[in-house]
């Protein structure tokens, strides 16, 4: 089966640092997508890490450990506008067809404050 | 360029009706695959197209729900005998190729509502 757990909410200060983690369990594993939601908007995509390590892309930060079955995402200098829901999404090859499927942990709903 | 599209963004429906849900995906995306996202949950997969065939439908539900994609570039999500459970917001995303490097992009979402 598919398991992948992330806390559900985090609350953070404006200009901190937070790090959102994430566990997967499932069968076949094709690399690691997190995905940012605001409130009634498609998901708009972060990172992707297939290989071990960080990825660093500007404030935003990802990395993972294959054999543990563990990412996490880091955001530093925290603005307001980075209140939204973060999801984390194992990658699963499709074989008909060549295709990627998804598989969307629950999110964890990220709060800002001064 | 233009992004992921999808219509309508709402629909009301009384329990029972049939609906359709149309995605105009990024032109010349091959990848085109469907989510359902309940309140407080991640996009559940659907249904992936390559090309025009369904390639794999096993997040389709049940019987009830149908998708198809004829020319390979707009898909529609078909929902026969609506139920309550149905309500949702339903998710088109499309891809540029089959590598897992390729980036779905998602479409904004149509919101089912089943009364």
């Known amino acids: 089966g598919q398991n992948i757990d992330q806390p559900t909410e985090m609350t953070a200060t404006e200009g901190a640092i937070v790090q959102i983690n994430c566990t997967y369990q499932?069968?076949?594993?094709?690399?690691l997508f997190w995905y940012q939601q605001h409130a009634g908007e498609a998901p708009t995509f972060l990172s992707y890490?297939?290989?071990?390590g960080l990825e660093e892309k500007g404030r935003f930060s990802s990395f993972l450990s294959r054999s543990k079955g563990y990412s996490y995402l880091l955001l530093k200098e925290l603005q307001m506008k980075d209140s939204a829901s973060y999801l984390c999404?194992?990658?699963?090859?499709?074989?008909?067809?060549?295709?990627?499927?998804?598989?969307f942990g629950t999110g964890t709903q990220l709060k800002v404050e001064l | 360029g233009a992004g992921v599209s999808q219509t309508p963004s709402n629909k009301v429906t009384e329990k029972g009706k049939y609906v359709e849900l149309r995605c105009d995906p990024i032109?010349?995306?091959?990848?085109l695959y469907w989510y359902r996202q309940s309140l407080g949950q991640g996009p559940e997969f659907l249904i992936y197209?390559?090309?025009?065939?369904?390639?794999?439908d096993s997040g389709l539900p049940n019987d009830r729900f149908f998708a198809v994609r004829p020319e390979g570039s707009v898909s529609t999500l078909k929902i026969q005998r609506t139920e309550r459970g149905d309500s949702a917001v339903y998710l088109c995303?499309?891809?540029?190729?089959?590598?897992?490097?390729?980036?779905?992009?998602f479409g904004p979402g149509t919101r089912l509502t089943v009364t």
């Open positions: 995303a499309s891809s540029l190729g089959e590598g897992s490097t390729y980036e779905q992009y």
């Open positions: 499932t069968s076949g594993f094709n690399g």
């Open positions: 890490n297939v290989l071990d």
């Open positions: 999404a194992v990658v699963q090859y499709i074989l008909t067809g060549g295709g990627n499927k998804l598989t």
């Open positions: 032109s010349g995306h091959t990848a």
């Open positions: 197209f390559q090309g025009t065939g369904a390639a794999d």
